[in-house]
């Protein structure tokens, strides 16, 4: 969580795919299956997803439906 009580959802990938909107793209559907089992799981919160890129240190915003 952040220091605004905001739930994280994070993924960590080892990737050299450059493309930021590819790597979005690719990994969204993953990450909103993710996002809905933590709303499950703390209902109310607000959760915000991202991929964690090792190779470049990077961090990219995912966008929850």
């Known amino acids: 969580q952040d ?3 905001t739930v994280v959802v994070a993924d960590w ?3 050299r795919e450059a493309d930021h909107a590819t790597l979005v793209q690719r ?3 993953q ?3 993710y996002a809905r089992v933590v709303s499950s799981l703390m209902p109310g919160s ?3 997803a991202e991929l964690i890129l090792i190779r470049g ?4 915003a995912v966008p929850l439906a």
């Open 3 to 5: 220091s605004d009580g």
């Open 13 to 15: 990938k080892v990737t």
């Open 27 to 29: 990994y969204s559907p």
């Open 31 to 33: 990450l909103q299956a």
């Open 46 to 48: 607000a959760i915000r």
């Open 57 to 60: 240190a990077e961090c990219l």
